[in-house]
Structures are given as C-alpha cells and as structure tokens.
C-alpha cells in the first residue's frame, strides 16, 4: 500500500498513538510542535476521523476544557487536508 509523508501537530499526533491507533503510521521527524509521519491510506483515514472528531469540540464547551488538544486537532485535520487537496492520495 502506497505511503505519503504528512506533517501533524506533535501534540496530537503523540495523543493519537499513546490511546492505541496510529499502528500503521511512521514517525520520519518529529520535533517540538510538528511531526512529520508517514501515513497509508488506512493510517490517514485513521488520524483524519480522530482529528475530526476532537475538533468537533471546537464549537462546544468541551473548547475551553480541552483547548490544546481540540486546537492540535483543527491543526492536523487542516494540515492533512492540504496535502490530501493538493497532491491528492
């Protein structure tokens, strides 16, 4: 299966892995906010649909509670949606 590189908030990026997903993905770079990771299409699905649904907190109270983690995640959906967008997958 074909593999392409992403760059993700470290932030999330370190929450998705440490709860058990994330196994198909591979760290290249990672550095203090941003990690450079090597995603299939399984592991990209996988990151996207948990971004997705930690940024749905964004517009409810939950935001203020979990305001790092909810912003890493608007971050990384944003950053793999421009790379997905732009060179496709």
């Known amino acids: ?3 392409k590189r992403f760059t993700v908030s470290t932030l999330f990026y370190t929450y998705h892995v ?3 997903n994330g196994l198909t993905g591979k760290v290249i ?3 203090e906010l ?3 990771v090597e995603l299939d299409e399984t592991a990209y699905d996988d990151l996207f649909n ?3 649904y930690y940024a749905s907190f964004a ?3 939950n935001h203020e509670e979990n ?3 909810v912003d890493s995640a608007v971050e990384t959906i944003t950053q ?3 790379r997905h967008t732009k060179f496709g997958y």
Do not use: H
Request: glycine share 12%; proline share 0%; charged share 25%.
């Open 67 to 69: 305001k790092l983690l």
């Open 29 to 31: 770079k990672a550095g």
């Open 34 to 36: 941003l990690t450079v």
């Open 50 to 52: 948990d971004a997705d």
């Open 1 to 3: 299966m074909e593999s």
């Open 59 to 61: 517009y409810t109270q």
């Open 80 to 82: 793999l949606l421009l």
């Open 18 to 20: 440490g709860r058990g």
